[in-house]
Each structure stands twice: as structure tokens, then as C-alpha cells.
């Protein structure tokens, strides 16, 4: 029996709600520069980098190992929430469902940053995406660095 789950996190971060999401919303090809360590490469497979729907790869490393990532964009302008729901990779051999949410909201000089991961496994005894949500954590305060040094 498969299991389901969903992981969340809440970042306070200095960046602007506006200005990190643009990052997913128009940007996403600058997300290898603001987190190389995590994001090695970014590219459009169908659509373009701005348009609801469109597919992108990505190419990541995660507890030191090389991965991909194929997945189609969904974005909530009015909640600022890009979801990044995959289509095939390396996770998806794990993973029957996976959609990761970055979504922003104005606090103060900067924002809040809600990230939510929810899944189901293929198999009972798949873990959880444990790894790959701590990479979206530091991806995350990769970003607000980048977007404030900008």
C-alpha cells in the first residue's frame, strides 16, 4: 500500500514576497546562479519560462548525488505560489505523486515563505521526501540571499 503525506515549513526571509516569487514566476532560470550547489542547470522542455503549464528540467544534487527532475509549473499569481508538480526524474521512481509549493507573503520589510510538499509513494516502504525537502529549504534561503544581494 502506497502511503501519502505532505511536509510544510514556514521561512521568514528578507527578500520581498514580489521579488522571490518573480524568481519562480519569470525567473526560474536564474535559480542556478542564486543556489549552485543545489540547481545545476534550469531548462524550458515545452512552453517558456513565464507561462502556466510549461515543462522544465532540472538538473540538482542531493546528499551529493546527481539527479533530474522533469516537471510542469503551475502558478497562483494572487497567492504568489509557484507548484512545481513532476512529471518524471529521479524522484518519480520513488514517488507515484510529487508537487512541491513556494508560495510567498508580505511580512514586514520582507515575507514569508510557506513550503509544502505532497506526495504519494509507488510502495509502503518508500521513505518519505525527507532529502529532497530540506533541499527545497535551502534552495529557499539560497534564493532570499540572492534576490537581497541583487
Do not use: C
Amino acid at each position: 500500500m502506497a502511503l501519502k503525506g505532505k511536509l510544510e515549513a514556514e521561512l521568514e526571509l528578507k527578500a520581498s514576497a514580489d521579488k522571490f516569487y518573480s524568481i519562480f514566476r519569470s525567473q526560474a532560470h536564474q535559480v542556478p546562479n542564486a543556489t549552485p550547489d543545489i540547481i545545476q542547470h534550469v531548462a524550458v522542455h515545452e512552453g517558456d519560462w513565464e507561462t502556466h503549464g510549461s515543462v522544465k528540467v532540472w538538473k540538482y544534487t542531493v546528499e551529493g548525488k546527481a539527479e533530474v527532475f522533469k516537471e510542469v509549473v503551475e502558478f497562483d499569481d494572487a497567492n504568489r505560489a509557484a507548484t512545481l508538480v513532476g512529471v518524471d526524474g529521479d524522484v518519480m521512481k520513488i514517488y507515484k505523486t510529487y508537487k512541491g509549493t513556494f508560495q510567498v507573503t508580505p511580512k514586514g520589510d520582507g515575507s514569508l515563505a510557506k513550503l509544502t510538499m505532497e506526495y504519494e509513494t509507488l510502495t509502503a516502504d518508500a521513505p518519505p521526501p525527507t532529502k529532497y525537502f530540506i533541499m527545497m529549504i535551502n534552495m529557499t534561503k539560497d534564493i532570499d540571499a540572492h534576490v537581497v544581494k541583487a
